[in-house]
Each structure stands twice: as structure tokens, then as C-alpha cells.
């Protein structure tokens, strides 16, 4: 049986696109696995932009309104009935309600995900505008789905306050890295935080991190430095408080970067920090995890659990900036015993073999998603 997931854009893992780069890694692992794997994007071109891959990648081209299934999609879709097993991600998509619809039409069961889209801090935002637009083409998206799959237990909470069901299963997603970790022999003269993803300062609580770090930096730590990965158009306003809290010197608005340029940068930075107040799993911690360094988190990251189970670093709870400078301040100290430090680094390392194994993800994504 194929497996086919649908998803807005071309699952090019070299974007800021969180959901894109888990549907490539999901479908590249389950091809070396031996599963016959498809994505289906629904994209503005049909331009090729992207790497080699070991799985068959269809495009279709999204139309002008945004409810509108593209040219050729209903029929190859209707090609695939008995054949295939269909995997939708990513909420508030508009044209995700009408291929939900179109996929209960022709009695074809699907997997959906909402990659975050449903924990508590996203529902409260624009609250009364999201609430209506659930109510008409969410819920009836999620009535169609045969199971509705969450990577993260605050979804599973905030859809239950709005939509009570028993077909939600909570499976996290797996990660790899194939990259051969050192750690540096040579330490950085002074530490360094760093941050990966995409530059909503809102969702991702960049606002929170700029105002904890002036706290570290005026407390003692005058040349301690902030890499900031990432784009968008809310670089510039980034920039400006920046610059409007005198951090010119500290923090590093590095910019979009991707594979190795992008490793080479995590390699040294010296702790990784996400403070999001939204997210399903975030990729750029398990990564960042990966290469041994030690994390600050907020609970909505749902991976601050087993970070504090595994002494990999801290979590703080809500936007609390008193919080996160605390945790900078903590991880800064154990940094400053070479012993120590190595010693949660591999924590961390641990963390990521032990909980986002490939083999055993995929076996319970056959197990408890595509049993339909």
C-alpha cells in the first residue's frame, strides 16, 4: 500500500517551513524503510527547487481561492482508491477543508495532522476570528478524518477543548543526525545562545528572548553573544529592538541558512534557546539537541519534559523573561566547567537517540495511524 502525503508547498527541507522539512524527513525514512511513499504538494509553480529523493514527489498548482481543489488533483486521487493510504498535514489550510470533503466523497480514509495548529496558545490567539472559522471548516475537516494524528500533548488538550473525540492519537516524529559530533576542544572565549527558525517574534517568543538576554548581558555578561538563524519579513522590527535595547554588539541577525552552512553555525554556538509560545515539536531543538547542545525551552515546546528528565538543559514555563535569564544564567555557569558542560551536552544527545528513533517511530506510525 502507498503512502501519499499531501502538504502545502514541495516538502523542501532547505525552508523555514517547520511542517515542509518534517513531511521530507517522514517520507525520506519511510522510503529507506521500504515503504512506496508519494508527497502530493500543492504549490504556486512546478519548478523542481529542491534536492535529490528517494520518493515520488507529484505537484499540483494551488488556485486563487484558496478553497479551491487544483486542476487533476480529484482524479488522481480517485486513481489511488484501494491503493493507497492518504496523510494530510497542517492546519488552517483552507484547501485542506475541501480535500478533506473531497477524500470523504470517495470513501478514502486519511491520516491528518495539524502540526501544532491546535494547542491552547494558538486556538487564544484572534480568538473569536479562529473559533468561527473552526467551526465551519476545521471541525468538518477533522469529522472526515479517519484519525487525527498530534506530535505534541498541548495539542492534544486544546483540541479536546474544542473538538471531543477518541480517534487523536499523540505520536512524535522521528530525527537523525548523520553527522559526526566533537565536541570542541577549545571553548569559546565568551558563550554563546543561539536560535533557529523561523522569525515570528510573537510565536516564537523572540520578543521574551531579546528582553531576557539584555538582562544576562547588563548582569554581569557584557560580550556574551545571541546567534539568531532564521527570516522573514519581521526581520527588520527584530533588528529594530535590537538595536533599541543597545544589543548591536551582542546580537547576530545571521539570516536564512541551510545544511552544512547552517550546521557549522550550531556547531558553535555554545546553548540553544527556543522560547516559543506555540509548537508542535521544533525540529531546530531535537537538532540542536542532536549536536550535543544543551536547550532552554518553554513548556508550549512540548519537549521540555524529557530535556528536564535527561538534565539536557531547562525549561521555563509561560513568557517569563526573570525565567529564561535565570536558565541563561545557570547553563552559562555549568558552561564554564568544561566537565559539566560535556556532561549535559551528552545528555542531550542521549535524549534525541533515545526518544526520536527512526525505526521505532515508524513502526508506530503502521501501527496506530495507517491501520484505517
Known amino acids: 500500500m502507498e503512502i501519499i502525503h499531501i502538504v502545502l508547498g514541495k516538502a523542501n527541507p532547505d525552508r523555514m517551513n517547520g511542517v515542509n522539512k518534517v513531511v521530507y524527513q517522514l517520507a525520506t525514512k519511510q522510503a529507506e524503510f521500504g515503504e ?34 487544483p486542476d487533476g488533483f480529484e482524479a488522481a486521487l480517485i486513481a489511488k482508491k484501494g491503493k493507497a493510504i492518504f496523510h494530510v498535514h497542517g492546519g488552517w489550510i483552507p484547501v485542506f477543508y475541501a480535500i478533506g470533503k473531497l477524500l470523504k466523497k470517495h470513501d478514502l480514509p486519511f491520516v491528518f495532522t495539524p502540526h501544532g495548529a491546535y494547542n491552547t496558545i494558538a486556538m487564544n490567539r484572534n480568538f473569536v476570528v479562529k473559533r468561527l472559522y473552526f467551526h465551519l471548516f476545521e471541525k468538518p475537516m477533522l469529522e472526515c478524518a479517519t484519525k487525527i494524528h498530534c506530535i505534541g500533548k498541548s495539542e492534544t488538550i486544546g483540541l479536546r477543548n474544542f473538538y471531543k473525540n477518541k480517534k487523536t492519537i499523540l505520536v512524535p516524529y522521528g530525527y537523525e543526525n548523520n553527522v559526526e559530533v566533537s565536541f570542541k576542544t577549545v571553548k569559546n572565549e565568551h558563550v554563546i545562545f543561539g536560535f533557529i527558525g523561523r522569525l515570528d517574534i510573537y510565536t516564537k517568543g523572540l520578543d521574551t528572548l531579546i528582553s531576557a538576554f539584555k538582562l544576562f548581558v547588563d548582569n554581569g555578561n557584557p560580550n556574551a553573544q545571541l546567534w539568531i538563524i532564521g527570516d522573514s519579513s519581521e526581520k527588520v522590527k527584530l533588528n529594530n529592538m535590537v538595536i533599541k535595547n543597545k544589543l548591536n554588539h551582542n546580537v547576530v541577525l545571521l539570516g536564512g541558512k541551510f545544511g552544512v ?50 538534565h539536557a538543559g531547562e525549561m521555563i514555563f509561560l513568557q517569563s523573561v526573570e525565567e529564561l535569564e535565570l536558565s541563561m544564567i545557570k547553563l552559562a555557569t555549568i558552561w564554564k566547567n568544561d566537565e559539566d558542560f560535556s556532561i549535559i551536552c551528552r545528555n542531550a544527545i542521549k535524549m534525541v537517540k533515545d526518544n526520536f528513533n527512526w525505526k521505532k517511530v515508524i513502526l508506530e506510525f503502521n501501527e496506530k495511524l495507517y491501520k484505517l
Not at 508519494?38 to 529542491?50: A, C, E, L, Q, R
Open 261 to 310: 552552512e547552517k550546521e557549522e553555525l550550531l556547531k558553535q554556538m555554545d546553548i540553544f534557546v527556543h522560547p516559543s509560545r506555540n509548537e508542535g515539536l521544533p525540529t531546530s531543538v531535537i537538532e540542536a539537541a542532536s549536536f550535543g547542545k544543551p536547550c532552554i525551552v518553554t513548556d508550549a515546546t512540548n519537549i521540555g519534559d524529557l530535556i528536564m528528565q535527561y
Open 36 to 69: 512506496n511513499v508519494s508527497v502530493w504538494g500543492i504549490t504556486s509553480d512546478k519548478d523542481k527547487n529542491y534536492g535529490e529523493r528517494n520518493f515520488n514527489t507529484e505537484l499540483f498548482i494551488k488556485k486563487s481561492n484558496p478553497f479551491t481543489i
